[in-house]
């Protein structure tokens, strides 16, 4: 029998959601020709991954998902490989050899491959009923469960960004949860403990209960989940377990070669790794992090969107440069709208100076070191966070006008005239590129 000749490519992106399809776009809009291919473990086209609690509430299908039209990979020259994984990479020869046999060789590559959910090892935790929640045929799964098996009582292990996001899906579908975090407060990563206890109050109040402090230790039941049982011994029923500790970088193609990996693929500000013609980006990638100054895993879709673009310029032979990301967040969970950016908590006895205001059940708290905001956290009233927002971005000095921030009035006109009118160009260069 033949070997089956390799498929031959330009450009290789591993990975089809919100980096892979930004280096798509950067390379088209720089070059017009040359070949493309995705491939992608998900049969599914790219579809917006923090949708997809929407999708198990019922309020979007996979069509309401979609990152791009159906359409986007005809019409814009690229060759999908969805429902394959690549198994190996041969850097030396340029190839990519798949699980299905195939082989693929390459001029440019990029490592889109995102994360995988991590799990904790426990013995019990190979039973039906117990899910994670990162993609949607997890979604999928756990909307399939609760039908077939009348599910409605729930342990949500995690109470980060995961956690509550599958946690209120459950609630609007009529399933009592309870939540189970390792640390004291729930979304800590992203919010200081006055904004935590704020967050607290709103789930609780949505018949949410949450146990922090603790850990899981087993899920009970023989085959199937009948519970869990807490690090202290206390027992708590159910028939649903979903696991939302976080996600790891996926960074196994790149583990044993000459890439440089730490935990996850490092990058410079070009998104190039250490070896020449591979890219890497997204929750796979170590990206340059404006408020550390230095890389870190920031895994939140805009970055890995943004990095996508970058990489895929390079790859395609235009200079770009990524002008960092960072952890921030906006969302609305049980109602109450949440934004945070940046260092949310300083570190102990460090020359971090903190700014607060609580008001009629909002919370204004931002975090400054030598009178530049490198964090911020808004709870019940975000309207503002986005002008703060870009005032950390763009490192601005706040000196002159630093007691202004949290006032009832703040708005760009709060901002000294030479600033305000640098910004009102900036904004105006950003429209004309728009428009072009």
Request: net charge neutral.
């Amino acid at each position: 029998m033949s070997k089956a000749k390799p498929l031959r490519t330009k450009y290789l992106i591993v990975g089809n959601s919100a980096g892979g399809i930004g280096a798509a776009e950067a390379i088209r809009e720089a070059d017009k020709s040359g070949p493309i291919i995705i491939v992608s473990e998900e049969p599914y086209p790219s579809y917006s991954r923090p949708l997809i609690s929407k999708y198990l509430t019922g309020e979007r299908t996979l069509e309401g998902m979609l990152f791009r039209p159906l359409d986007f990979y005809s019409c814009s020259g690229i060759t999908p490989l969805l429902g394959k994984r690549v198994k190996s990479l041969g850097l030396s020869d340029r190839t990519a050899r798949l699980d299905s046999g195939e082989h693929i060789t390459w001029e440019k590559l990029l490592i889109a491959s995102g994360g995988v959910p991590i799990v904790p090892k426990l013995e019990s935790i190979a039973k039906r009923g117990v899910f994670t929640f990162t993609s949607i045929d997890d979604a999928k799964a756990i909307d399939d469960f609760i039908k077939t098996e009348n599910a409605y009582e729930a342990v949500v292990i995690g109470g980060g960004l995961i956690g509550i996001s599958v946690t209120e899906a459950l609630r609007k579908r009529g399933v009592w949860v309870t939540v189970v975090e390792m640390k004291e407060s729930i979304l800590n990563t992203i919010l200081d403990e006055q904004a935590s206890m704020m967050a607290e109050r709103a789930f609780t109040q949505a018949g949410v209960d949450i146990i922090t402090g603790h850990t899981v230790t087993e899920i009970a039941g023989k085959e199937l989940a009948r519970g869990v049982v807490l690090d202290n011994g206390k027992e708590l029923p159910c028939s649903l377990v979903v696991i939302a500790i976080g996600v790891s970088p996926r960074t196994e193609l790149a583990r044993g070669t000459e890439i440089e990996v730490n935990r996850g693929i490092v990058v410079d500000r070009h998104m190039a790794t250490s070896h020449p013609d591979v890219y890497s980006c997204g929750d796979a990638a170590e990206a340059y992090d404006f408020v550390y100054g230095t890389n870190r895993l920031t895994p939140i879709w805009p970055n890995a969107y943004i990095g996508g673009r970058v990489a895929g310029f390079n790859m395609a032979g235009v200079h770009a440069e990524y002008p960092g990301g960072t952890a921030m967040n906006s969302l609305n969970y049980f109602g109450l709208d949440i934004a945070s950016a940046g260092i949310t908590v300083p570190p102990e006895g460090s020359d971090y100076e903190c700014l607060y205001k609580q008001k009629d059940g909002t919370y204004q708290r931002l975090v400054l070191k030598d009178d530049v905001i490198v964090g911020m956290v808004f709870v019940g009233d975000i309207e503002k966070s986005g002008i703060v927002f870009s005032l950390m971005r763009d490192k601005v000095k706040v000196s002159s006008f630093k007691k202004a921030l949290l006032s009832d009035s703040f708005g760009l006109v709060s901002l000294p005239k030479e600033l305000l009118q640098k910004r009102l160009n900036k904004d105006a260069a950003v429209i004309g590129g728009l428009k072009r």
